[in-house]
């Protein structure tokens, strides 16, 4: 009876911590898309909305926007935020 | 019957209600519409010797009392019809901003000009208006309980188209104010704090800061090769591109930017105050 109460116990644990975490991550990645695209915006590059951002390394990631331009936008060495198109 | 009984009660309570309507309205509505039409054209042709015709300018000033009563009653149509009397009194910077009703009460000032504020003015208001433009600028809230007052207190009217004609202008002269009294740190904290913008926001605006004031620099050392017009435009640009990127996150910090422009501006293109930066 125990065993069943740690093991529904721990289930319970797992699946709230998923549930939690989904949107967390997802607000996460909402507000990496916002700040690419002030990035870009800033950078005065065509984009409209970044729509998926995909993580390539620590500061390294692809923005997809919704007018279909892609772009590299990374952390070069000089410390400047740098942005290719893809 | 009781239908008839009710329809009777229906009908009486109807005629009641337009008995209690119909009557205040009307010499209110009447006399502050007739006094706003038939002031303004004697002051612009003869204004001293019609008040004198009539029982002095005290009948004027009686006149005016009814005209915030009006005003309440129709918001829309009364509001044009004061404003631009009380631009044109006061400040004729805002003069473009109410077109229409400017041409007819332009001709007072053109014949006497210390006439035509003091006729719009009413006396107890005429020594008022011209210093306090600027504080009533400051203070909106007091124009929004005016109107309410001046039923009680004629001379208040005056001042309180006065307020309502500022509005446009106010930006302008807080965004002077906060030029005078720029805090470039305090600013740059505030950009640094802020979460309107993200993380690769934030360098990448640095980045262009950076790199304008290396060509301010560059302009400063070698006698203006890059041309003040250029980098005046680069200016312009970037904190267009800073005011769309904050404008929604943290709209009061876009505009204390925005409204410090002049005011960064004369610090970067002054090789003194730049140097000392």
Redesign the interface.
Same mark, same amino acid.
């Given at each position: 009876m125990n065993s069943k109460k740690r093991d529904l116990s721990r289930a319970l644990i797992l699946a709230a911590t998923l549930v939690c975490a989904a949107p967390a991550t997802a607000a996460e990645n909402d507000?990496?898309a $916002?700040?690419?695209n002030?990035?870009l915006?800033?950078?005065?590059l065509p984009c409209g909305q970044v729509v998926s951002v995909v993580t390539q390394a620590n500061?390294d990631y692809i923005a997809t926007c919704s007018d279909k331009n892609r772009y590299r936008?990374y952390?070069n060495p000089q410390? $400047?935020?740098t942005a290719e198109k893809r | 019957m009781p239908v008839t009984h009710t329809l009777g009660i229906l009908l009486l309570l109807q005629l009641a209600g337009c008995a209690i309507f119909s009557p205040a309205p009307e010499p209110a509505a009447m006399q502050g519409g007739t006094v706003v039409v038939e002031r303004l054209p004697p002051a612009a042709q003869d204004p001293l010797p019609r008040s004198v015709d009539t029982p002095a300018g005290t009948l004027i000033i009686e006149r005016l009392p009814p005209m915030p009563e009006v005003v309440p009653q129709v918001p829309v149509a009364a509001a044009p019809l004061i404003a631009p009397v009380t631009v044109l009194a006061t400040s004729p910077a805002i003069a473009p901003a109410t077109p229409p009703v400017i041409t007819p009460v332009t001709p007072p000032s053109d014949a006497p000009p210390s006439v035509a504020p003091s006729s719009v003015a009413v006396p107890t208001a005429a020594p008022v208006p011209p210093p306090t433009v600027a504080p009533a600028v400051t203070k909106p809230a007091a124009s929004v309980a005016v109107p309410e007052k001046v039923v009680t207190k004629p001379p208040v009217k005056a001042a309180a188209p006065v307020v309502r004609a500022a509005p446009p202008q106010k930006t302008g002269a807080s965004a002077r104010v906060g030029a005078s009294t720029l805090d470039l740190d305090a600013l740059e904290q505030r950009l640094k704090g802020t979460d309107a913008?993200?993380?690769?926001?934030k360098?990448?605006?640095k980045?262009?800061v950076d790199e304008l004031l290396k060509r301010f620099k560059t302009y400063h050392e070698s006698d203006g090769k890059p041309a003040l017009t250029q980098l005046r435009q680069s200016y312009d640009q970037l904190l267009a591109?800073?005011n769309?990127?904050l404008k929604n996150g943290d709209p009061s910090l876009a505009g204390e930017i925005m409204g410090s422009r002049e005011a960064i501006w004369g610090l970067l293109s002054d090789p003194v105050k730049f140097a000392k930066l």
């Open positions: 507000a990496l $916002k700040d690419l002030s990035t915006q800033l950078l005065g500061r936008i952390l410390g $400047k935020v | 913008i993200g993380v690769f926001t360098i990448a605006l980045n262009q591109k800073v769309d990127v």
